[in-house]
């Protein structure tokens, strides 16, 4: 098996406000050979509160083996860079901020690292959240018209307005944190309780038990706070983000990277529909559909032996290979 190596790195994101430094992670095979030094190098991207500490490591690693260079991050706000910007104290409770626009941002900064430091536009690859921050960057490159990434594969897509359709009275719920100050604190999940049901992120039943579960051992394993990073949301983080929705300029524009737009069956977060759609409306070239993974539900079956976790690393490979 191939041996890996760990970098840490810094690289600059320019948010709307300020330039800011954030840390990172890269990925690489500690031997390269002639053949995967052609390849492009990765840049993973996570949602919610997820990054290297998380998703990042895995991906990382498994792409790594297989010849690529992969760049990871936590967004700001969480774990490795919690201190950088979207936290508030407020006695002694830390409130975070989960900004799309920043995330996005900092998608952008983290392809302009690679770039300068490989040489050449990376691959993006996405998970859930990170899939609708990333959209984003991809979309405001192209409508810069400048030097667009090699290849794009988000993974478990959503709308973020969609998911709220898992709340148990979706309309409510948003009319009533509408109704809050933008520092108000709420709690992190939705789980369908009363005292959840002002929750930042909504959670179906099948879901919890693999957040706390297999998420929380991600992170603790990597000597970090035990996921999510955090123990409370702004009410901010909440009307920003379904507002958020690149999805709205994409259709018939143009300059957008080739996709492999990639979604588990069994998802019973964010819906399979969600990324048939966005295949759909994809104005590249994403192939004839999104690829949906038999016996795959949200990421549960993101672990190093699952048979599904390293059939989406080969198929990721592969269209890599053939397009980028």
């Given at each position: 098996m191939?041996?890996v190596?760990?970098k ?30 052609k ?27 297989r ?64 899939s ?9 490159l192209a ?5 667009q ?18 709340r ?5 719920a948003?009319a ?20 959840t ?16 579960q297999q998420?929380g ?7 970090a ?44 977060l964010?819906?399979?529909?969600e ?5 759909r409306h ?24 699952s ?7 080969q198929?990721?490979d ?7």
């Amino acid at each position: 098996m191939t041996d890996v190596t760990t970098k840490e790195i810094n690289f600059a994101v320019k948010y709307g406000d300020a330039t800011l430094n954030l840390k990172g992670t890269v990925f690489e095979p500690a031997d390269t050979d002639a053949a995967a030094r052609k390849l492009p190098p990765v840049v993973f991207n996570s949602g919610f509160t997820g990054g290297v500490t998380m998703y990042g490591q895995l991906f990382g690693r498994a792409l790594a083996v297989r010849g690529y260079r992969v760049m990871t991050y936590d967004v700001a706000g969480f774990f490795s860079n919690k201190q950088v910007r979207n936290t508030l104290q407020a006695g002694d409770q830390v409130i975070t901020h989960v900004i799309l626009e920043d995330q996005k941002d900092e998608v952008l900064g983290a392809v302009q690292w690679a770039r300068d430091n490989f040489g050449e536009m990376p691959v993006v690859a996405s998970w859930a959240m990170g899939s609708v921050a990333s959209l984003g960057a991809v979309a405001e490159l192209a409508a810069k018209g400048g030097e667009q990434i090699r290849f794009w594969v988000p993974m478990s897509y959503t709308n973020i307005r969609k998911l709220q359709d898992l709340r148990a009275d979706s309309a409510a719920a948003d009319a009533a944190i509408r109704q809050l100050a933008d520092d108000a604190a709420i709690p992190a999940f939705d789980t369908g309780t009363a005292a959840t049901r002002l929750g930042y992120y909504p959670l179906d039943p099948d879901t919890q038990a693999y957040v706390d579960q297999q998420l929380g051992g991600y992170t603790e394993a990597g000597g970090a706070d035990r996921w999510p990073g955090c123990s409370h949301v702004s009410a901010k983080s909440y009307k920003t983000y379904v507002a958020y929705d690149p999805e709205q300029s994409i259709e018939g524009a143009k300059g957008f990277p080739p996709a492999l737009i990639i979604h588990g069956a069994d998802n019973t977060l964010h819906m399979p529909a969600e990324s048939i759609r966005l295949h759909r409306h994809y104005p590249g070239d994403a192939g004839p559909g999104a690829l949906i993974l038999p016996n795959m539900q949200h990421g549960q079956q993101n672990q190093v032996d699952s048979p599904v976790f390293k059939s989406m690393i080969q198929s990721i490979d592969e269209a890599i290979r053939a397009h980028a």
